[in-house]
């Protein structure tokens, strides 16, 4: 039982000073390119780390005071470390405050059933947004390559469409009034917007889309970059 507890301590993201210079030791330590160190460098890393030391003694030997020696080596070329570090901390604090499921793309619905399942049965913390279209309607199709892009920039908004006709409801949604965005959060409607595009210019794009519903505060803070994404631009 000891054994399992001092493992799952191990993979634990400690908080307060000493915990957090702890994760800080060991991001440097996995982040810095120790075949290309000089020697004395490599040397205290290898105290740093003690890999050929009893588990217990790493634990003791993790749990000290940085020395001097050891301050000087991590403070070196810190700025670009420490933003990763930070970036990636800020990732685990968002993936823990990230609650509701997750979507891939634009789903497509076929029938005012389907409608009204995505309304009615997505989770309570999911905000959906459907555009309501038909095919050689000005505006429906720019609006929904739109969309597709939006879908991977907020992959916790479920983004639907659905054809008037197939929504059983074409009498309501006549051509003049298309495209239409419905935006629901918990079953009840927060945003509907009648021939949205008169709201955007001649030519519109997935940013000026983004900007209309985020006026009317209808997304969510947008996902944090990967940290692949933040190693690329930091080599770039």
């Given at each position: 039982?000891?054994?399992k ?5 191990e993979?634990?993201?400690?908080t307060g ?10 991001f440097k330590l996995?982040?810095?390119d120790q ?6 460098k ?5 105290q740093?780390?003690?890999p050929?030391?009893p588990?217990d003694?790493s634990?003791a030997?993790l ?11 991590l403070?070196e070329?810190d700025e670009?470390?420490?933003?990763k570090y930070?970036?990636?901390c800020?990732?685990?604090?968002h993936?823990?405050?990230s609650?509701?499921?997750r979507?891939e793309?634009?789903?497509d619905?076929?029938?005012g059933?389907?409608?009204?399942e ?15 279209y ?5 505006g429906?199709e720019?609006l929904n390559?739109?969309l597709d892009?939006?879908?991977t ?5 479920k983004?639907?469409r659905?054809d008037a006709?197939?929504?059983?409801a074409?009498?309501r949604f ?6 239409t ?12 917007f ?10 519109f794009?997935?940013t000026d889309?983004e900007a209309?519903?985020n006026?009317?505060g209808l997304?969510p803070e947008?996902?944090l970059p990967?940290?692949?994404?933040e190693?690329?631009n930091d080599?770039?």
């Open positions: 039982m000891s054994a507890v001092i493992d799952l301590e993979t634990v993201t400690h000073p000493k915990g957090v210079i702890n994760d800080w030791r060991r996995e982040s810095m075949e290309n160190l000089p020697l004395a490599k040397e205290l890393l290898r740093m780390s003690s050929n030391k588990k003694d634990r030997n749990n000290r005071k940085m020395s001097v020696q050891e301050y000087e080596l403070k070329e670009g470390c420490l933003k930070r970036r990636r800020m990732q685990e604090m993936d823990k405050l609650f509701g499921p979507f793309g634009v789903h619905l076929d029938s059933e389907a409608f009204l995505v309304i009615e049965k997505e989770h309570h913390s999911t905000v959906v947004v459907v555009h309501i038909k095919v050689g309607v000005k429906c720019e390559n739109c892009c939006l879908a920039e907020y992959p916790t908004v983004f639907c659905i006709v197939s929504s059983g074409a009498e006549s051509d003049e009034v298309l495209p965005l419905l935006v629901y959060k918990a079953g009840e409607l927060l945003g509907n009648l021939a949205c595009t008169q709201h955007l210019n001649e030519e794009f997935a889309v209309f519903l006026s009317y997304l947008k996902e990967g940290l692949e994404d190693e690329e080599v770039e």
